[in-house]
C-alpha cells in the first residue's frame, strides 16, 4: 500500500549533476527510514544512501559527492548526485520502511520502480 515512485533520471556528461526524488504515498503511519540502492548490469545491488530522523550514511564511492536529504511533511526524498562518474550509471532504486497504519508492530519495505541514470564520458 506504500508506493514509492521515482524521478529525475536522466542522461548526463561525467561532471554533471542530477537530482533524484522520491514519494512515497499510500496508506502510511509512519516512515521510519528511506534510501537509496542501485543496480548496474552485472552487479548487486547497493546501498547508495539511507536517511533516519537521527542519521545518514553514504556508500564510499559517493561520499562527498551525493547528499540524499527527506521532507518529512511530504513523504519525499531526494538524492542530490554531484560530480558524476561513468561508473555511477546504474538503475536507482528508492527504498521506504514505514509502518502503513497504526496497528502494525512493524515497518515493511517499499520499493519503487527505479529510474535510469545514465552517465556518459
Known amino acids: 500500500q506504500v508506493r514509492p515512485v521515482e524521478s529525475g533520471g536522466g542522461l548526463v556528461q561525467a561532471g554533471g549533476s542530477l537530482r533524484l526524488s522520491c514519494a512515497a504515498s499510500?496508506?502510511?503511519?509512519?516512515?521510519?527510514?528511506m534510501g537509496w540502492y542501485r543496480q548496474a548490469p552485472g552487479k548487486q545491488r547497493e546501498l547508495v544512501a539511507s536517511?533516519?530522523?537521527?542519521?545518514?550514511n553514504y556508500a564510499d564511492s559517493v561520499k562527498g559527492r551525493f547528499t540524499i536529504s527527506r521532507d518529512n511533511a511530504k513523504n519525499m526524498v531526494y538524492l542530490q548526485m554531484n560530480s558524476l562518474k561513468p561508473e555511477d550509471t546504474a538503475v536507482y532504486y528508492c527504498?521506504?520502511?514505514?509502518?502503513?497504519?497504526?496497528?502494525?508492530?512493524?515497518?515493511?519495505?517499499?520499493w519503487g520502480q527505479g529510474t535510469q541514470v545514465t552517465v556518459s564520458s
Open positions: 536517511i533516519t530522523s537521527g542519521s545518514t
Open positions: 527504498n521506504v520502511g514505514a509502518r502503513p497504519n497504526s496497528r502494525s508492530r512493524d515497518a515493511y519495505n517499499y
Open positions: 499510500g496508506s502510511i503511519f509512519s516512515i521510519d527510514a
